[in-house]
């Protein structure tokens, strides 16, 4: 389902429903968790974005005891932040679940390479008990992609202009297919030495670039902010691929798609998001979506938790 969220001042919203054909009984619910019965769409006052809610009204899987115990349970709601970029990114999301009830935890991803970051997440994700539901914003979602692989607890994946590179395919091969991105030109390299001797690079935004590339809707100021603070993207990160399926294809999916990104060029976006069979909704923003327009964003949110069975 796409829902295209209209700029300031303008209503409503446009919901394109599709449906996948065939497929395994996981497919199946997938499916059923992006066709929900009833949608209503209600203005978020002076910001004038449209907002969803969905009526939580998704079977749960009753196959084990301990899964339909787990789809009565509060989730807890697991962000992970991307490249030039920390945790507490996400304030206004963690506020705004925590309000309701939700248990938020802002993820520390290390940056450093796709497998070791997955697996850093993994090794998190089994001292949480009860079901979860992972939120990924740029590189961030490749990691939750891989993170989530076997994992029963994790009930369905967010992106924000997230990357869900498939096996063997990086970012930079995604990037060259689809033109537009202004982060290339924008990365400023900076050489370090590991521990064991062997030398990597570490890929920096530069400050003048930062705001143009990556947040060109938010203010001046706090662009500046967080240029200073940015921490810095392994270039062996940017550079992994995926070695197993993500599990983007198995899980129920949302994306929040920014069309104004400058980073993840929108076709890239939507390319990627609709590969996966997720529920898009599209907002003006650029790539820091989550930042500039929190409320579309944790209303993404709300809207797996309760579509998944997951809700408080």
């Given at each position: 389902?796409?829902?295209?969220?209209?700029?300031?001042?303008?209503?409503?919203?446009?919901?394109?429903?599709?449906?996948?054909?065939?497929?395994?009984v996981?497919?199946?619910?997938?499916?059923?968790?992006?066709?929900?019965?009833?949608?209503?769409?209600?203005?978020?006052?002076?910001?004038?974005?449209?907002?969803?809610?969905?009526?939580?009204?998704?079977?749960?899987?009753?196959?084990?005891?301990?899964?339909?115990?787990?789809?009565a349970?509060?989730?807890?709601?697991?962000?992970?932040?991307?490249?030039?970029?920390?945790?507490?990114?996400?304030?206004?999301?963690?506020?705004?679940?925590?309000?309701?009830?939700?248990?938020?935890?802002?993820?520390?991803?290390?940056?450093?390479?796709?497998?070791?970051?997955?697996?850093?997440?993994?090794?998190?994700?089994?001292?949480?008990?009860?079901?979860?539901?992972?939120?990924?914003?740029?590189?961030?979602?490749?990691?939750?992609?891989?993170?989530?692989?076997?994992?029963?607890?994790?009930?369905?994946?967010?992106?924000?202009?997230?990357?869900?590179?498939?096996?063997?395919?990086?970012?930079?091969?995604?990037?060259?297919?689809?033109?537009?991105?202004?982060?290339?030109p924008?990365?400023?390299?900076?050489?370090?030495?590991?521990?064991?001797?062997?030398?990597?690079?570490?890929?920096?935004l530069?400050?003048?670039?930062?705001?143009e590339?990556?947040?060109?809707?938010?203010?001046?100021e706090?662009?500046?902010?967080?240029?200073?603070?940015?921490?810095?993207?392994?270039?062996?990160?940017?550079?992994?691929?995926?070695?197993?399926?993500?599990?983007w294809?198995?899980?129920?999916?949302?994306?929040?798609?920014?069309?104004?990104?400058?980073?993840?060029?929108?076709?890239?976006?939507?390319?990627?998001?609709?590969?996966?069979?997720?529920?898009?909704?599209?907002?003006?923003?650029?790539?820091?979506?989550?930042?500039?327009?929190?409320?579309a964003?944790?209303?993404?949110?709300?809207q797996?938790?309760?579509?998944?069975?997951?809700?408080?």
């Amino acid at each position: 389902m796409i829902a295209e969220v209209a700029p300031a001042g303008q209503q409503g919203a446009r919901i394109d429903q599709r449906q996948a054909v065939g497929g395994t009984v996981t497919e199946q619910f997938k499916r059923q968790s992006r066709t929900l019965a009833h949608t209503s769409v209600v203005a978020l006052g002076s910001a004038g974005h449209a907002r969803q809610r969905y009526s939580p009204r998704i079977g749960n899987r009753s196959t084990k005891g301990a899964v339909t115990r787990m789809a009565a349970e509060t989730p807890t709601i697991v962000l992970v932040h991307g490249a030039w970029a920390d945790a507490t990114g996400f304030d206004a999301e963690i506020r705004a679940l925590q309000a309701r009830g939700y248990s938020a935890i802002g993820f520390g991803n290390p940056l450093r390479d796709l497998a070791g970051d997955a697996a850093y997440l993994t090794e998190f994700l089994r001292t949480l008990s009860g079901p979860i539901v992972l939120v990924g914003h740029s590189y961030g979602g490749n990691v939750i992609s891989t993170a989530a692989i076997g994992n029963e607890q994790v009930r369905a994946l967010v992106y924000f202009n997230g990357w869900m590179c498939d096996v063997g395919e990086s970012q930079q091969q995604l990037l060259e297919r689809f033109e537009g991105s202004l982060v290339g030109p924008s990365i400023r390299p900076v050489p370090f030495t590991n521990p064991d001797g062997s030398e990597g690079t570490d890929l920096y935004l530069a400050p003048e670039a930062f705001r143009e590339a990556f947040a060109a809707d938010v203010g001046p100021e706090t662009a500046a902010v967080m240029a200073a603070a940015q921490r810095p993207y392994a270039a062996a990160a940017f550079a992994a691929t995926p070695s197993a399926p993500p599990a983007w294809n198995t899980l129920p999916c949302w994306y929040l798609l920014g069309t104004e990104d400058k980073a993840i060029p929108p076709a890239l976006q939507r390319f990627m998001a609709e590969r996966a069979n997720a529920t898009i909704v599209e907002i003006p923003a650029s790539h820091v979506s989550f930042v500039s327009q929190p409320e579309a964003a944790t209303e993404l949110i709300l809207q797996a938790v309760e579509a998944t069975g997951a809700a408080a």
